[in-house]
């Protein structure tokens, strides 16, 4: 069985992998015992560009789905869930489209390495496991997580455990596989526990040190200038009949979009015309 090891093209989060490094190559040592061949898969694109591609996607999608209840009830949704709504009210169906193009181009280069093995290994998480309540340090453990790779490309996966951390609290590590292939994907995660026993260790949650809290990160604001204004958000929120609207939830709109901005931004500016979902037939693209 050939496995391959997943390598991705962005040095801040490889800065911020190397306890995963470590698990990971624990992990080798382990599938490499049981006979497998380890090879190394270098993905064109960073987390950061897994990530971009499946927030702007989810959040049009999400209040697309939930915008009668974004409407009528915002008041009773917690705030992570109500700000990614709100974050969401400034994206415009030409965003949403192009990022679908390019999701489409992240998937054919994505899957042409995974093809070329049985089953690919890739790091989970980023940091540790911290509070609940710690929303900064929540926000960063997802931000900072490769789990979104797989939820762009649709490619099965599992996540399982690959040892603890110094407090005895769990670390992760990602196994994908081929289109259709969960079958490989369990044998391998099977395999792996069986021979590591970590399934039956338990972690004390009452006796675990947390971790160092995290600031909250500094907001992007590099784009501001393509930004919509003040004036312009809160015509949308009443444009859509949101309960509620004041001054606080305009304003919080207002920065949560000028974030959602700087996500449009880095969209790549052009894109192919004949990968969109709709499709029904591909157009032959020229050759220049």
Known sequence: MILGTACLSDTPYMERA????????QFFREVARLGAEIVEL?????????RLCV?????????????QSFREHNHLMGPALRDKFLGSINLSAFEFVKATRWRHEIIAKTD???????AVICAGPMRLIPALNDQPGMIAYMLGSANCVFNVTGHPSAAICSGFDDRGL???LQIAGRYFDEATVLRVAAAYESATQWTTRHPSLRESPLPDPIPAAKPD???????PSRDEIAA???RMGA???????IDRAHALCTVTAGMIARLPAVMPRDTDSAHVLQLPRSAG
């Open 18 to 25: 190397r306890t995963s490094a470590d698990i990971e190559q």
């Open 236 to 238: 949308v929120l009443r």
């Open 221 to 227: 604001t590099d784009n501001v200038m393509t930004a």
């Open 243 to 249: 309960a509620g609207v004041d001054a606080a939830m």
């Open 112 to 118: 042409a390495a995974v093809a070329s093995c049985d």
């Open 170 to 172: 769990p670390l992760s």
């Open 42 to 50: 270098d993905l064109p694109y960073s987390v950061q560009d897994y």
């Open 55 to 67: 927030r702007l996607i989810g959040q049009s999608e999400s209040l697309s789905i939930h915008e």
